[in-house]
């Protein structure tokens, strides 16, 4: 039995974990806390869907396991989930603990997350070939204005089976979106998910879910058995009302760096303005949307033409390394 924790969340990522949308889209800004919501996310989805298989998509594997694995795991660890109890990193589980397989197991641990229930984790980068029998019951993508759409979309119709196990829930098939604003026409399909939502379906599952909160703690509290039971009856009928609206739902979630910043503080928002360029700042911390200057030193350049992700993935792979520690790069990555 784990202890409760007291975990401070900014209002965006309560909003985000309230709506629980089955297509969440965080365009948040610099310093938001993108990293701990995806760990909130995955965490939410492998406890609720027991032997369940997802990933975390990123535009390398560098980036995902030295900057993203490191933050999603200690999000875990802030809920009280500890390495070698409660999940393996680029390793099984010791078999002596007799830990369920997923329902779509893996043939290798290598760049996956196991749990104590059965489901895992597999991180996936943009920039390698996708593994056809890949099969899996939700997604993360981690800074997706770096990543084609093409991938995106070949990855997210890799949600194809286990609906016997999880088909009526509204978790299986979820994907979850985060990035800062994108910058180039490429990108912009990140974007385009905002025209899809239906606001007022999102207002009514915000205030729905709010009373089940409300009623959760409620049941918590109190002592009479009579109440506890009504107050369980409430929320059960409401949580099955909620499936049905989250089921298919879009949320785009907007925020800018200043909605972190009691976790940030303001000093953290004033070295931003003074270090980054004013188009940088308001594109990338108050998430502006980014518009070409017409008069730009070079009006032509576009990152996602004239630059790419050098990353040598061969060499990376054969280092035996655990590259969550403080790893110094050579020329050969």
Not at 22 to 35: D, E, H, L, N
Not at 220 to 230: G, H
Request: proline share 4%; with cysteine.
């Amino acid at each position: 039995m784990m202890e409760e924790q007291k975990l401070h969340r900014n209002y965006p990522q309560i909003d985000v974990s309230l709506v629980d949308a089955q297509i969440t889209v965080c365009r948040w800004g610099r310093g938001t806390g993108k990293t701990n919501q995806i760990g909130l996310w995955t965490a939410d989805r492998m406890e609720k869907m027991p032997r369940s298989g997802g990933t975390i998509v990123g535009s390398t594997y560098t980036h995902l396991l030295t900057k993203l694995a490191p933050g999603i795991i200690k999000s875990w660890q802030e809920l009280g989930y500890e390495e070698g109890l409660h999940f393996w990193f680029n390793r099984f589980p010791p078999r002596n603990l007799r830990i369920p397989n997923g329902y779509s197991p893996l043939l290798s641990p290598k760049y996956a997350i196991f749990w104590y229930n059965g489901s895992y984790i597999q991180f996936l980068s943009a920039d390698r070939g996708l593994n056809n029998a890949l099969n899996a019951d939700f997604h993360a993508f981690d800074e997706a204005r770096f990543l084609p759409y093409e991938k995106v979309r070949e990855i997210a119709l890799t949600t194809r089976g286990n609906a016997a196990h999880f088909g009526g829930n509204h978790y299986h098939g979820s994907l979850l979106f985060t990035s800062d604003a994108p910058r180039s026409s490429k990108s912009q399909w990140f974007n385009e998910y905002e025209k899809q939502m239906d606001a007022q379906k999102i207002e009514q599952i915000r205030q729905l879910a709010t009373y089940v909160m409300i009623w959760k703690g409620q049941r918590k509290q109190t002592r009479n058995e009579k109440l506890a039971r009504l107050l369980s009856k409430k929320i059960a009928e409401f949580e099955e009302l909620l499936n049905e609206l989250r089921t298919g739902s879009i949320f785009f979630s907007r925020a800018n760096t200043i909605d972190n910043i009691h976790a940030l503080g303001p000093q953290a928002i004033w070295n931003f303005k003074k270090i980054l360029s004013d188009a940088d700042y308001r594109i990338s911390v108050l998430n502006e949307d980014a518009v070409a200057s017409p008069n730009s030193f070079y009006p032509l350049l576009n990152e996602e033409v004239h630059g790419y992700h050098g990353e040598n993935a061969a060499y990376v792979e054969s280092l035996e390394i655990d590259m969550r520690q403080n790893i110094e790069k050579d020329c050969l990555w």
